[in-house]
């Protein structure tokens, strides 16, 4: 019978256990967004995961989402990676790094001065953060079809950065309101050029992104992130047969690629938007999906163990559990105690909620 705690065949790994860390946003970067001695301890910590998914980091400096954020836009933050790299894999671990363009949650303040850029210039009630602290977010300006290929050449390099670095493989975030997200929903994506429009117009630029990643790095080092109908950040998808026209297209599209994994984030993972999704990704065999049942809630082990007894999930995703308990997987096999993550600390900076959450051997 599969476990949480049995092996996994993803891409051209083998995990450990079925358990996987979930990028989280923790902002310990600074402003200069190179990886340090934090962010080395903190990954390797929790490298008993089956995977360890980096926080989401920016590949170019247009794109940064909030202040703290890691880049891979650069060869000073790649060599800070590569410290995170190797110290995930001395600890026996496989790590992977979440790319990903803040589109319009960017702010001036946060990519020196430049403006947010996203799919339409459409004005969206909510706030950012920056260096100076939270403000209303700004109207973005709309990109240039011409600047598409800018887009997808950073994503590829930051990929090839990343590999360079040492990191296993990269996870593509198409989800939470950030770019690539935004030009899958109509709600944000109003263009009326060969980008927006039909299913098939929205979901050209990430498939376009996903393409040249995987063939840049090789598709088994490649993992998608996914959350329909999450409706976070103004991003507001509501009618589920767009969204099965659209997710389902961009997947179909996809299936010759033979990625490592498609990870989904949903509420209701056992519903039949995120089955019919997740049996397209896992048709081809190759294709392996991870399943996160919610945001900003704890997964408790019974959860995890609901959402692999699903046909169609090959392993969980687990965020505030891992953030609290490092050595998680060794506390749920053996039914141990828990630590309770301390939500003051999440984006405070500094060890203290990063890197000092005791583990069952303190």
């Given amino acids: 019978m599969t476990t949480l705690f049995t092996p996994l065949e993803l891409g051209r790994f083998t995990l450990n256990n079925r358990v996987t860390m979930a990028a989280l946003t923790r902002q310990r970067a600074g402003h200069s967004a190179v990886p340090n001695e934090l962010h080395t301890k903190y990954y390797s910590q929790r490298a008993s995961a089956g995977l360890v998914v980096t926080e989401g980091t920016f590949p170019a400096w247009t794109n940064r989402a909030f202040p703290g954020q890691a880049g891979i836009a650069n ?8 410290d995170v790299a190797n110290a995930v894999h001395d600890a026996g671990g496989v790590l992977f790094m979440q790319i990903m363009h803040g589109g319009r949650t960017s702010h001036p303040d946060l990519i020196d001065g430049a403006q947010a850029e996203a799919p339409s210039a459409l004005d969206w009630d909510g706030q950012v953060r920056g260096f100076a602290g939270k403000m209303d977010a700004p109207v973005p300006r709309a990109l240039e079809a011409d600047e598409f290929p800018r887009i997808v ?6 990929a090839r950065r990343a590999i360079d670095a ?6 593509v975030h198409n989800a939470n309101g950030y770019l690539l997200h935004e030009f899958l929903a ?3 994506n109003q263009r009326e050029d060969e980008f927006g429009g039909s299913p098939e117009n929205r979901w050209r630029l990430p498939e376009m992104v996903i393409r040249a990643i995987a063939e840049e790095i090789g598709a088994d080092r490649v993992g998608v992130r996914f959350s329909p109908g999450h409706n976070v950040q103004g991003v507001i998808e509501n009618d589920e047969e767009d969204m099965l026209a659209t997710y389902g297209g961009l997947l179909d599209a996809l299936a010759p690629v033979n990625l490592a994994y498609v990870s989904f984030l949903h509420a209701q993972p056992e519903g039949e938007l995120i089955a019919t999704l997740a049996n397209k990704a896992r048709a081809n065999g190759v294709t392996k999906v991870l399943m996160n049942d919610g945001f900003g809630t704890v997964t408790t082990k019974e959860d995890a163990q609901r959402e692999l007894a699903l046909d169609y999930v090959d392993a969980v995703v687990v965020g505030r559990q891992l953030i609290a308990n ?7 096999q053996e039914d141990l105690a828990l630590n309770e993550p301390d939500q003051d600390t999440f984006y405070m900076g500094g060890e203290r909620g990063y890197t000092d959450y005791p583990t069952a051997a303190d």
């Avoid at 060869?75 to 590569?82: C, I, L, S, T, V």
């Avoid at 490092?326 to 749920?332: A, I, N």
């Fill in 326 to 332: 490092p050595d998680l997987v060794r506390r749920w």
């Fill in 75 to 82: 060869e000073e933050q790649a060599a800070g990676w590569k």
């Fill in 186 to 188: 109509p709600s944000a």
């Fill in 153 to 158: 050449e950073e994503f590829r390099r930051a």
């Fill in 166 to 171: 040492g990191v296993d493989g990269v996870e």
